[in-house]
């Protein structure tokens, strides 16, 4: 629940809803990639707000925002950084026209996550402009390349930059504001490039062809992970209250989805003709893995499955699951500044999905998620409620202000 609109509060979301659809109407699907139309939103924004910025251009297309919101490059006082990405998931069809709808913005990325970076934005211009002395420094980080885990966003950034890895970290990537993604789990992304033989199809002597081979190597990957998955539910304790909470916040099943590997394949490409067998299939595997299970081990089965199959599996990317501390600072003041907004204290959870703050907690950085509801992430008619950015930017304002000046 969130407080009433005042008229405060509706000049805040008629900020919001405009700079949404703003963020909005510049489109950055990844693949391809380009975000170079959304980050001018972005810095006019920063302009016309008086926040400092500066772009990384890591390729031709690709941009990551620095804003410095507060502070400077000094040694003193904690460093706070926020997180949140520019690119979106690329539209399975006719991208739909954003639009305003009541208290909804509609379009592709509202909820992932141009909805969170517009918070970001909104609350870095109320924080420096009200900030006075608060101690420490705030970045906001704004990257490329999120949606497929790739080198240019955050990665290569914080190769370039490491003080951008600060003290702590927020993101605003989609979680609902009754849970704070704590924790999240692995994942290895793969690819299985199954060869065949071409020939015409009506005749001998080709075997079944190399898509066919590919179904029959999903179906015993399927199969692992289904063996996998009885091995952990049988060892995990009865549902509790926090697995009740995921489950009514995200969904039925949310808490347990948490717990196991899960499997998806993403793309198969093969073939040349419907008359012709395919003389190689290649087929992209995505696993999501639970701190309970070794990737590696993993990925060991998944390429002794293959050989069987005659396949080769290529590793586009891997990382381990990971979490930060209930008990940390940053963690602590976001869970009371959502506690103070909106009367109900959120419970700490893992995250269903992947986010950059990953790679913040990989170097030690305590790292916590809070967003807004992820029930339409993805769809095609993903959309975000004003009055959740409107919560979302007094929460990142308030945990700000607690972190940095070392309250509790």
């Known amino acids: 629940m969130t407080a009433p609109p005042t008229a405060a509060g509706a000049a805040l979301r008629d900020e919001l809803g405009t700079l949404v659809l703003d963020l909005l109407a510049a489109p950055s699907p990844n693949p391809p990639g380009d975000v170079r139309d959304v980050a001018g939103v972005v810095t006019a924004y920063c302009d016309r707000a008086g926040l400092p910025h500066r772009l990384d251009r890591p390729a031709a297309r690709r941009r990551n925002i620095v804003v410095d919101v507060l502070g400077t490059t000094g040694p003193d006082g904690r460093h706070l950084v926020w997180n949140g990405h520019l690119d979106t998931f690329p539209a399975s069809g006719p991208p739909s026209r954003p639009r305003r709808v009541a208290d909804r913005v509609h379009g592709r990325g509202a909820v992932d996550m141009k909805?969170?970076?517009?918070?970001?934005?909104?609350?870095?211009?109320?924080?420096?402009?009200?900030?006075?002395?608060?101690?420490?420094?705030?970045?906001?980080?704004?990257?490329?390349?999120?949606?497929?885990?790739?080198?240019?966003?955050?990665?290569?950034?914080?190769?370039?930059?490491?003080?951008?890895?600060?003290?702590a970290l927020v993101s605003t990537e989609p979680s609902s504001l009754g849970l704070v993604r704590v924790a999240e789990r692995g994942y290895l992304w793969l690819m299985v490039h199954v060869p065949g033989q071409s020939m015409h199809a009506a005749y001998p002597g080709a075997g079944e062809g190399a898509i066919l081979r590919a179904a029959g190597f999903a179906r015993r990957v399927a199969g692992l992970v289904a063996e996998v998955n009885r091995g952990l539910a049988a060892a995990h304790p009865p549902p509790g209250a926090r697995d009740e909470a995921m489950d009514r916040l995200l969904g039925d099943g949310a808490a347990r989805i948490v717990r196991e590997v899960s499997l998806n394949l993403g793309t198969v490409r093969g073939g040349l003709a419907v008359n012709m067998r395919p003389a190689d299939c290649r087929l992209s595997v995505d696993l999501r893995?639970?701190?309970?299970?070794?990737?590696?081990?993993?990925?060991?089965r998944v390429e002794e499955l293959a050989r069987e199959a005659g396949a080769r599996v290529e590793v586009l990317g891997r990382g381990p699951a990971n979490s930060t501390g209930e008990d940390a600072d940053i963690v602590t003041a976001v869970t009371e500044a959502v506690t103070r907004r909106t009367g109900h204290r959120p419970v700490p959870s893992t995250g269903i999905g992947c986010t950059d703050a990953r790679l913040w907690r990989h170097a030690g950085v305590p790292a916590c998620v809070i967003g807004p509801d992820p029930a339409t992430m993805g769809t095609d008619d993903e959309h975000v409620r004003l009055a959740e950015l409107e919560a979302l930017v007094d929460i990142l304002c308030d945990s700000a202000r607690q972190y940095l000046s070392g309250e509790s």
Do not use: I, K, N
Not at 130 to 144: E, I, K, N, T
């Open 115 to 167: 909805g969170g970076v517009a918070a970001f934005l909104v609350a870095a211009r109320r924080l420096r402009e009200s900030a006075g002395d608060l101690p420490g420094r705030l970045s906001l980080v704004l990257v490329c390349d999120e949606e497929t885990f790739g080198p240019l966003g955050a990665r290569g950034l914080l190769r370039r930059r490491p003080d951008l890895l600060g003290d």
């Open 289 to 300: 893995v639970p701190e309970t299970v070794d990737p590696q081990d993993l990925l060991g």
